[in-house]
């Protein structure tokens, strides 16, 4: 059997000539990759910018998560955050630190991730240039750019008493996804690459809100273009991620749990949807529902009370250490 082409085994630059054509053209770059640096061009004056590594052990799974589902989630998380600012995804810059004996299909399967989250969810954005290097942990850093043209970011602050609340996207499906893969999918304390197929086979709708979510990109800049006075990416969990856009705004948010739905809608991380506030009187762009109001006080309250379960993902309190 013919064994696979290896990093080591081919080196970088014949690694970059494997993975470059399998990567989305930005179609606002002057110059992409290549040279030193791209050449972005920047009609506002002005442009956003964020950045987000995925590790393997805190972030993702090897046995659970295909290399088209890293490159995927490693685009749609960074392109949200982009997208919460009510900016248009314009560019990708992604370094991989992967270990030596990583086959080359890795990384292309990667680029294939990138390329095809970036053409369903912000057409245009392409990646522009970043880095390869060795590590024994693979880790995946991606810094992402966006265009305000000419509109002012919406910013987490600008919440006021009176605001609706709205979300567009799901709530709850990653988490519930997540704890399935951790119930169903790990054989003698590891995760397991066999009972993660059979899992997606059973629950697809579920475990790929998890390994491969599909933010609504597009409703950024339609949230801020019908008057959003904030807005944010719920990565971290709608009560956590809501709890930081109160306590930014000087405000307090009150979410209904009939509007909410369940438990892990409140506490689960990694949907990615947006989170926004709107004036009562604004008229909300389609895909986005009213779940709240901001109030006076601080935090977060649900039907009146306050909430204080410490739900949400942190990284520090809430690694498992499992590995895959």
């Known amino acids: 059997m013919t064994q696979p082409d290896t990093l080591r085994g081919i080196g970088e630059s014949a690694t970059l000539a494997r993975i470059f054509p399998r990567l989305p053209v930005s179609s606002h770059a002057l110059l992409g990759p290549g040279d030193d640096s791209a050449v972005m061009a920047a009609p506002d004056g002005r442009f956003v910018v964020t950045t987000d590594m995925m590790i393997h052990g805190p972030d993702f799974r090897l046995a659970w998560s295909s290399s088209h589902d890293l490159g995927w989630k490693a685009a749609a998380s960074n392109l949200a955050d982009v997208a919460a600012m009510g900016a248009t995804p314009t560019a990708l810059v992604v370094a991989i630190a992967a270990p030596a004996d990583s086959p080359v299909s890795l990384l292309e399967g ?15 954005c392409g990646v522009v240039g970043g880095d390869l290097s060795v590590s024994d942990t693979l880790t ?44 169903h999918a790990v054989v003698d304390g590891r995760p397991d690459a066999t009972a993660a197929a059979a899992l997606r086979a059973s629950h697809p709708t579920l475990v790929a809100a998890q390994l491969a979510p599909r933010p609504p990109i597009g409703l950024g800049v339609l949230a801020s273009r019908a008057g959003a006075t904030a807005m944010l990416d719920l990565s971290d969990g709608l009560a956590l991620d809501a709890r930081r856009l109160a306590f ?68 520090y309190e809430q690694w498992s250490g499992a590995r895959g």
């Open 110 to 124: 990667i680029s294939d991730g990138l390329r095809d989250a970036c053409l369903a969810l912000a057409p245009g």
């Open 140 to 183: 995946i850093a991606v810094t992402a750019f966006g265009d305000l043209d000419g509109r002012a970011p919406v910013l987490r602050s600008g919440a006021r008493v009176g605001d609706v609340v709205a979300v567009a996207g799901v709530l709850g499906r990653a988490a519930a996804g997540l704890k399935l893969l951790f119930e």
């Open 248 to 315: 930014a705004s000087g405000a307090a948010v009150e979410l209904s749990s009939a509007a909410v739905g369940s438990r892990e809608a409140l506490d689960g991380g990694e949907d990615h949807s947006l989170l926004a506030t709107f004036p009562p009187d604004a008229e909300l762009p389609e895909g986005f529902r009213i779940i709240g109001v901001v109030v006076d006080g601080s935090g977060v309250l649900v039907d009146g009370q306050p909430y204080s379960e410490r739900g949400g993902w942190d990284p």
